[in-house]
């Protein structure tokens, strides 16, 4: 059967496949223009991005250096002068670094020269980031697969040294170029050099290069710097710890002869120089120049602490102001003292666990300058200083200054007049003779020379304890109201006492009745060289000189003849020996917690504690009061001596 379905024409199909075609060729723009609104928000976001990081940069920089302006102030070390003007020590900032901060045009071209042509040399021409650098480590890190360089200009270290960590990672590089833009608006290229020059650290405790100058050579005029010392100086900073001379001397020549060949590169000097440069070898000094003695620490440490009282500023500030302080210390007398602490035969034997300790103070009785002093057979920076702790039970040693000096004051009692030496009781107080014997009558004279017990107690009464407790704070003495007792005319004191205290109170008797405040700080000026603090004479006359001349002859009486014997010298010495008994349950009554002797000379006052820290029933002392006479008699014969006394 035939097909009578009529075939389309091509005529007849063409609206369909417009259609077709259009929704084709839509669908395509809708795409092309979806991609295009995408990479137009992303160009967005990225202009956006850019933006934000540009200004974060801008801000952030200018945010932290004015927050902190303080920190384009370095702390420069202060330093310790000795009574003849000569350096006692540097003082270390806190963190234990020595800094010492020089002008700019202090500095040898050459010196500074290198260190640009090492670190940075195109300094000058960059406006705190260099490009350049950044581009090459930027090369070298995408090679290493891994941040190992920086490319960071002199600015960029200054910043991330003042401001930042030293972590490796995008956002501290971010906040270093902040920073570092931010300097460049702020400061010359001369005075970001002379920070960056004085700010590096160069090992072995010194920051900026006059300080490592001085401990590596020993100079401090860096003008005097020979070439081979300045390429040894610009090594450093690539590795403080590993390029330093001291602790690699290898590894420090092998950079040094990198340093020079740039030196000679860059036409800083020539072959010849750097040949003769290179053959150079380091010798280490002796001796660091801040390396202190065990004695220069405790007296540092003490005349840190009298200068912050009288100066008002804290310890950390005058550690990093660059002040000067004057004290009174005598090397020679300090220097004695410190040989006699090094011995160990200076000291009774140690405990179980724990070792003898030991203080002692020589003072000027005639202007109350302390000339010599040490807190502890070894001492530590910042440690214990037992010379000036207020902690110790004086025991016999305190009977001059509470009952005996009193007494003689109250003009009712003479060297002569007879006390009484019998067993009595003064309510729940018991007080008993040593050896247990009685006289029934001593004199004054007697009872110090052999250091009784009973007549000190009831002469204490007689003169009344209110008396007594103003007689000792004429000495410089000031007691407690939990010291209204009679105990303290045995020395058991509520509190205790210090070296320096007693030294103190005894420089009265020694200096015919008139007091002058112990002290080791003379003067203390600020970095510009002003005085801020100068000791003037506050010498008065506290009790009369016929009580300190009685005293000064019952005093003699004990070392030629009584309990002080070993602190006997080629020379008149007056003094008065000490003990505090041991009371721990089950340990001997012969055992002793404190050793003392007090004594002084014509020209100076001493004070000698010997105990432990912790008095316990495995660590007590087993000698008596005449170690501490002979420490007290071997340390001052040598030290006058010495001083030329």
């Given amino acids: 059967m035939p ?79 000795a009574s003849d003007g000569s350096l006692l020590r540097k003082v270390p900032m806190p963190g234990s670094g020595y800094r010492t901060s020089l002008q700019l045009t202090e500095m040898p071209k050459l010196l500074t020269a290198t260190f640009l042509a090492v670190e940075d040399r195109r300094f000058y021409t960059h406006e705190g980031l260099d490009y350049k650098g950044i581009l090459r480590a930027l090369v070298t890190n995408a090679a290493n697969m891994e941040i190992s360089e920086g490319g960071s200009s002199i600015t960029q270290q200054l910043a991330r040294n003042l401001y930042l960590n030293r972590d490796k990672n995008l956002l501290r590089k971010v906040n270093e170029a902040s920073i570092a833009l931010e300097l460049e608006r ?47 100086l610009a090594a450093i900073p690539k590795g403080p710890s590993i390029y330093n001379p001291v602790d690699d001397p290898e590894r420090s020549a092998e950079r040094r002869g990198l340093v020079l060949h740039i030196m000679e590169q860059r036409g800083l000097i020539s072959i010849a120089q750097m040949n003769a440069a290179l053959l150079q070898e380091y010798q280490a000094l002796p001796m660091e120049p801040q390396q202190l003695s065990a004695a220069g620490i405790s ?59 030991s203080a002692m103070v020589i003072m000027d009785h005639r202007n109350g300058e302390v000339v010599a002093l040490m807190g502890g057979r070894e001492p530590k920076e910042g440690g214990l200083n037992r010379a000036i702790m207020d902690a110790r039970q004086p ?56 250091s009784i017990n009973a007549p000190a107690v009831w002469l204490l009464q007689q003169v009344g304890i209110g008396q007594a407790r103003k007689f000792a704070a004429r000495l410089g003495i000031e007691l407690t109201e939990e010291d209204n007792n009679l105990a303290i005319a045995l020395g058991g004191l509520h509190k205790g006492v210090s070296p320096l205290k007693m030294a103190q109170a005894y420089s009265v008797f020694a200096n015919g009745g008139k007091f002058n405040e112990g002290h080791l700080v003379r003067m203390v000026k600020n970095a510009r060289g002003e005085v801020i ?91 008596g009061s005449g170690t501490a006479a002979a420490l007290f008699s071997k340390v001052m014969t040598q030290a006058l001596a010495k001083a030329g006394k």
């Fill in 533 to 623: 603090y100068k000791v003037t004479s506050s010498s008065a006359q506290v009790i009369s000189p016929v009580t300190a001349d009685r005293m000064t002859v019952m005093l003699r009486s004990v070392v030629n003849e009584g309990t002080g014997k070993k602190a006997q010298m080629n020379t008149p010495v007056a003094g008065k020996t000490g003990t505090t008994q041991l009371d721990l349950p089950g340990v001997s009554r012969k055992g002793n917690r404190d050793l003392w002797f007090v004594g002084y000379t014509p020209e100076w006052t001493g004070a000698v504690w010997i105990g432990f820290d912790r008095t316990d029933e495995r660590n007590y002392m087993t000698a």
């Fill in 395 to 450: 025991g016999s040693s305190f009977k001059p200054i509470i009952d005996y000096g009193p007494a003689l004051e109250s003009g009712k009692f003479t060297p002569d007049s007879l006390l009484s030496d019998q067993r009595a009781a003064y309510g729940n107080y018991q007080p008993e003779n040593l050896n247990g014997d009685y006289r029934g009558q001593v004199t004054m004279q007697t009872a110090i020379k052999q």
């Fill in 299 to 357: 007296y540092g440490d003490a005349a840190l602490q009298e200068a912050s009282r009288l100066t008002g500023k804290s310890r950390e500030e005058l550690q990093s102001g660059g002040y000067t302080i004057v004290t009174a210390m005598n090397v020679q007398a300090q220097s004695e003292l410190e040989k006699a602490f090094l011995q160990p035969a200076s000291f009774p034997p140690d405990g179980k666990d724990r070792q003898v300790e």
């Fill in 3 to 81: 097909d009578y379905r009529v075939m389309s024409s091509p005529l007849e199909r063409r609206p369909h496949e417009n259609f077709y075609r259009r929704i084709h060729w839509s669908n395509m723009r809708d795409r092309v223009l979806r991609i295009l609104y995408t990479l137009f928000d992303l160009g967005v976001i990225v202009v956006m991005l850019m933006l934000a990081g540009l200004v974060y940069i801008h801000e952030y920089g200018s945010t932290i250096v004015s927050r902190y302006p303080d920190k384009l102030v370095l702390p420069e070390s202060s330093v310790m002068l």
């Fill in 186 to 232: 702020r400061l010359s290229k001369s005075e970001i050099l002379e920070l960056y020059l004085n700010q590096l650290y160069m090992g072995r405790g010194q920051y900026g290069i006059r300080a490592a100058a001085e401990r590596y050579f020993g100079i401090t005029d860096l003008h005097k710097l020979e070439i081979w010392q300045i390429a040894t």
